[in-house]
C-alpha cells in the first residue's frame, strides 16, 4: 500500500519533471531573442562573452524550469485547497 503511494507519487514527479522541461525549451527556443542551449563552441574560439551568455541561459532556463515544475507539482494541492474552502463557507 505505501509502496504503491510512493511509485505513483515518484511517476507524477517524473511527468512534472519531463513536461516543464519540455515546455521551458518551447517557450525559450520559440522567445525573441532565440535561445540555442548547448550550442557553444566554447572550446575552439573561447572568450568571455560567449561563456557568460551560456550562464545567462542557463539561468533563464532554470527560472522557467522551475516556475513550470512548481506549477505542476502544486496545481492539484491548490485545486484542493479552493475545494476545501468553498465546502467550509457552505458549512
Known sequence: MILDYMEDEVILRFWS???AFIIA???LEQS???FDFFQYSLFN???WIKLLS???EVI???VVFIVFYYLFTNFSKWKMRIKYELA???K
Open 25 to 27: 525549451k518551447i517557450i
Open 54 to 56: 551560456l550562464i545567462v
Open 45 to 47: 574560439n573561447f572568450t
Open 32 to 34: 525573441i531573442l532565440k
Open 60 to 62: 533563464i532556463f532554470s
Open 17 to 19: 519533471f519531463f513536461f
Open 88 to 90: 467550509q463557507k457552505k
